[in-house]
């Protein structure tokens, strides 16, 4: 590589990252991405596979609230947190109170609405290039409710959808069974929503993706990043754990879970959490599922993958190291099976990973507020394989000085302060 050529430096191999690393490698780049993690095992290979641009209500709000004590009190109820681990949540709990004002949650889903709009055209983008079509599997997506009163009461974040664009269509029990026959009797009714579609396996797109980018010259590293090098307010390199150092003069931090670890010493504290999350995939199902489908009130989705039926959800609040609680899985195969009760349950491979989420459920997609040349690419929780590649074409733009084709304010690092200090956030 010539010598004036700088690298710029992807950290993450997640699909946000790769999907920096391929808008910044169209962009004339020398790109590295450097990763800790097998390509395989990222919280983007296990996940459900949608590219869900209807969710885009924050997860914040009176519901979740009101709801959560119930769902806390049930030890494999889609809500958790660990014994010993609510203190720490702190930072991020009195952020996500806030968010859930009626004012916060407008602009928040306003926010969402304008990110995720150009969400399919921008994975259109890079599966084309990438010859990665055939993973996507555009069968929409159907909402399920088991009574009339649990659609009533989700109808204001129906409104708030629809008040930013989204098209959807209510649907009675015959209507949902016209789309999914497999549904039994809990199926009462629900909304069919077009706009959506899901990877027939989001792991197969993960090590798709990084081998076409290694064939175009992306580099890729194994290694653990521990700081980022600063000089004259601008990265020099990083330097990894067992001392090496990797020199670089762009940065884009899209390490999931893990990136507050990195931008909190530059000063961009970011009030990060893990949201873990369950599922397992059933190899036989014994069932035909299409599209993928969402049961409202009970908090899972299902998806019809080329290996299987994927069936998860529930959020575990319990940090980065603690072991997995496989229980929290087999109670999603229990509750599948009350809505599809002709499904088989036996064996199945069980999968946990980690969501990286912001208080706001809104993604940091921003340049430090400190630091010239660094970047910020994560944060995007239950939405982290739908905003990516918009994201990476965002990231992109930022670094070229485009002006972004979207208002990036409500993605701004600095909208969570100090600390100590009362943000906005
Ligand atoms: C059960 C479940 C279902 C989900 N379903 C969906 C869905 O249907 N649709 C959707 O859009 N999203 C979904 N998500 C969310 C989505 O999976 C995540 O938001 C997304 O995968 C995050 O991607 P990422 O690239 O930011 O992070 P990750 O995939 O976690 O990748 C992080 C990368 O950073 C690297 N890294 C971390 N720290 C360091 C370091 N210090 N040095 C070097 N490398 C480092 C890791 O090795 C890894 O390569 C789901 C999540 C879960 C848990």
């Given at each position: 590589m010539a010598k004036e050529d700088p690298i710029t430096l992807v950290i993450g191999a997640g699909i946000v990252g790769l999907a920096c690393a391929y808008y910044l490698h169209v962009q004339g780049r020398s790109v590295c991405v450097i990763h800790d993690a097998p390509l395989d095992e990222t919280a983007s290979c296990?996940?459900?596979?949608?590219?869900?641009?209807?969710?885009?209500?924050?997860?914040?709000?009176?519901?979740?609230?009101?709801?959560?004590?119930?769902?806390l009190l049930d030890p494999t109820g889609?809500?958790?947190?660990?014994?010993?681990?609510?203190?720490?949540?702190?930072?991020?709990?009195?952020?996500?109170?806030?968010?859930?004002?009626?004012?916060?949650?407008?602009?928040?889903t306003q926010a969402m609405a304008t990110l995720l709009k150009t969400a399919f055209e921008d994975?259109?983008?890079?599966?084309?290039?990438?010859?990665?079509n055939h993973l996507l599997n555009k069968q929409g997506s159907l909402f399920v409710y088991?009574?009339?009163?649990?659609?009533?009461?989700?109808?204001?974040s129906w409104d708030l959808r629809r008040d930013c664009g989204l098209e959807f269509k209510a649907l009675d029990r015959a209507g949902v069974l016209a789309y999914e026959p497999a549904l039994g009797p809990l199926a009462h009714c629900g909304y069919r929503v077009e706009d959506w579609a899901h990877y027939r396996d989001p792991g197969e797109l993960v090590l798709g993706l990084a081998a076409y980018l290694k064939s175009q010259g992306v580099m890729?590293?194994?290694?653990?990043?521990?700081?980022?090098?600063?000089?004259n307010n601008k990265p020099t390199g990083v330097q990894l754990v067992g001392g090496k150092i990797n020199p670089c003069a762009h940065v884009v931090v899209a390490a999931g879970a893990w990136s507050a670890e990195l931008s909190n010493p530059l000063g961009d504290y970011v009030p990060l959490e893990t949201e873990r999350g369950y599922n397992t995939t059933l190899e036989n199902p014994g069932v035909e599922v299409k599209s993928f489908v969402t049961y409202a009130q009970d908090q899972f989705v299902m998806t019809a993958m080329q290996m299987g039926l994927r069936i998860g959800g529930a959020v575990e609040l319990a940090g980065l190291d603690a072991p997995p609680n496989y229980n929290r899985s087999k109670e999603l195969l229990r509750l599948a099976k009350k809505y599809v009760?002709?499904?088989?349950?036996?064996?199945?491979?069980?999968?946990m990973g980690h969501r990286p989420s912001t208080p706001d459920s809104v993604p940091v997609i921003s340049p430090?507020?400190?630091?010239?040349?660094?970047?910020?690419?994560?944060?995007?929780?239950?939405?982290?394989?739908?905003?990516?590649m918009t994201t990476g074409r965002l990231i992109a733009d930022l670094m070229a000085g485009k002006t972004p084709g979207i208002d990036l304010s409500p993605f701004y690092v600095g909208r969570f302060a100090h600390p100590y200090h009362i943000g906005r956030f």
């Open positions: 296990g996940n459900a596979g949608a590219i869900a641009m209807a969710e885009i209500i924050p997860l914040a709000g009176p519901g979740t609230l009101l709801k959560a004590p119930k769902w889609p809500l958790s947190i660990r014994a010993g681990y609510t203190l720490k949540l702190w930072p991020w709990f009195w952020r996500f109170v806030k968010a859930g004002t009626p004012a916060n949650r407008r602009a928040l994975h259109q983008t890079v599966l084309d290039a990438s010859k990665l088991r009574n009339e009163r649990g659609r009533r009461a989700d109808r204001a890729f590293e194994v290694g653990q990043v521990k700081q980022i090098l600063v000089e009760p002709d499904l088989n349950t036996d064996g199945g491979t069980v999968w430090s507020q400190n630091v010239k040349n660094v970047y910020y690419a994560f944060g995007h929780g239950h939405l982290g394989l739908t905003g990516s």
